[in-house]
């Protein structure tokens, strides 16, 4: 009997000695390294690589469909004003823009939180879907979590996870790499290493790719490792030579080919735009665009010249080289009013003149554009 009841304390409820202990693991988990904590959710990403698609991402499934796809960014200010933002993102609807890239912080600068325009977007029921940019950069592990949390709460399902640019004003916090950001958001919500009440859909989760970047052996590299960590799809920056990205696409690992590449594209005005354009760390303007642009007589000359260049490298580009879709970008216009600008709707209907002229390609290959599946809600 007495042994009996020595015995008895270690028949204790398991949940019991969690809480015990608890503190020390707290505490232990915090101390090891970005790779270790998130270990788990990496593994859990590689796991369901092959589960079923998020049937709450209607661009995952376009995208598994093998089909091409247009997305549109929408850079978000810092602002209070829904009425701006739904100004902004009215003046980017087009037809067959599926989804809307909202900008996190570019350039480092506060602006008002992606997953909160993402709602403002929702519930406006604007007919597209959100693509929410997190980035890792400036942000501890659990306040990703909560982005992450909150973006769910919200309705979200695609994310872009994104290394993020230098603050302008504030410390530099690097707690998690874009590799286990990436391994957090597509381990979501089981990897999380904590209780989640209530159910969850998986993200549709993208990353960004510089393909002009000034090492493109190391950069092939991350993209590489984003694959691996869970990647489904990528947004190129603005490509300005298709020649020089069907040399970019040449030089990436074997395992990447059937990675979705969605090539960035941007509108320019005259010489002087494009060379601020080129001085922003990963876009190369040509020095034959350069050239071209010089020669013009006016601002209307040149982005005449742009668009028939445009036009000649989208023709060769869409025959030439493997890619799901474009990403339109105007840099430098939304200040202007782009709805009151002809430049994006040059753009956008460069880019489907190109997709409605390319060759048939085989069932695996990105096919053009099928707007049914997307219906006609960002539910």
């Known amino acids: 009997m007495k042994a009996r009841l020595k015995a008895a304390p270690r028949s204790r409820p398991r949940s019991a000695v969690r809480h015990e202990h608890a503190p020390r693991r707290h505490a232990a988990l915090h101390s090891v390294s970005i790779r270790w904590r998130c270990h788990h959710a990496m593994t859990k990403a590689a796991a369901i690589g092959g589960s079923p698609v998020a049937i709450g991402s209607r661009l995952r499934r376009a995208l598994d469909a093998g089909r091409s796809v247009i997305t549109a960014e929408l850079a978000v200010p810092a602002t209070v004003a829904h009425e701006l933002i739904l100004e902004r993102a009215k003046g980017l609807l087009r037809p067959q823009i599926v989804a809307m890239n909202i900008t996190d912080g570019l350039r480092g600068r506060p602006a008002l939180s992606p997953i909160a325009a993402a709602a403002i977007l929702t519930h406006a029921d604007l007919g597209v879907e959100p693509i929410v940019q997190v980035v890792a950069r400036s942000r501890a592990r659990n306040a990703l979590i909560a982005d992450l949390l909150g973006a769910s709460a919200l309705g979200v399902r695609n994310l872009l996870c994104m290394t993020g640019d230098v603050p302008e004003s504030s410390a530099d916090i690097q707690d998690v790499d874009v590799f286990a950001l990436i391994g957090l958001a597509r381990g979501f919500p089981a990897g999380l290493g904590t209780e989640l009440l209530g159910t969850a859909e998986p993200f549709c989760v993208g990353v960004a790719w510089s393909p002009f970047a000034r090492d493109p052996d190391h950069e092939a590299d991350r993209l590489a490792r984003k694959h691996s960590a869970g990647a489904l799809f990528v947004q190129t920056q603005p490509?300005?030579?298709?020649?020089?990205?069907?040399?970019?696409?040449?030089?990436?690992?074997?395992?990447?080919?059937?990675?979705?590449?969605?090539?960035?594209?941007?509108?320019?005005?005259?010489?002087?735009?494009?060379?601020?354009?080129?001085?922003?760390?990963?876009?190369?303007?040509?020095?034959?665009?350069?050239?071209?642009?010089?020669?013009?007589?006016?601002?209307?000359?040149?982005?005449?010249?742009?668009?028939?260049?445009?036009?000649?490298?989208?023709?060769?580009?869409?025959?030439?080289?493997?890619?799901?879709?474009?990403?339109?970008?105007?840099?430098?216009?939304?200040?202007?009013?782009?709805?009151?600008?002809?430049?994006?709707?040059?753009?956008?209907?460069?880019?489907?003149?190109?997709?409605?002229?390319?060759?048939?390609?085989?069932?695996?290959?990105?096919?053009?554009?099928?707007?049914?599946?997307f219906g006609t809600s960002a539910g």
């Open 239 to 373: 490509v300005f030579d298709a020649h020089a990205f069907a040399a970019a696409i040449d030089r990436l690992p074997r395992t990447l080919a059937d990675l979705p590449i969605i090539v960035g594209l941007a509108p320019i005005r005259s010489c002087d735009h494009a060379r601020r354009l080129g001085a922003i760390p990963g876009i190369v303007v040509p020095d034959r665009l350069l050239a071209l642009l010089d020669r013009a007589s006016d601002e209307a000359d040149a982005c005449e010249r742009y668009w028939a260049y445009l036009d000649a490298e989208l023709d060769w580009l869409t025959r030439n080289v493997p890619h799901r879709g474009f990403h339109l970008m105007p840099i430098g216009h939304s200040k202007r009013g782009i709805r009151q600008s002809s430049s994006f709707d040059r753009l956008y209907a460069a880019v489907t003149r190109a997709l409605d002229a390319a060759p048939p390609k085989p069932a695996d290959v990105a096919a053009p554009v099928d707007v049914s599946v």
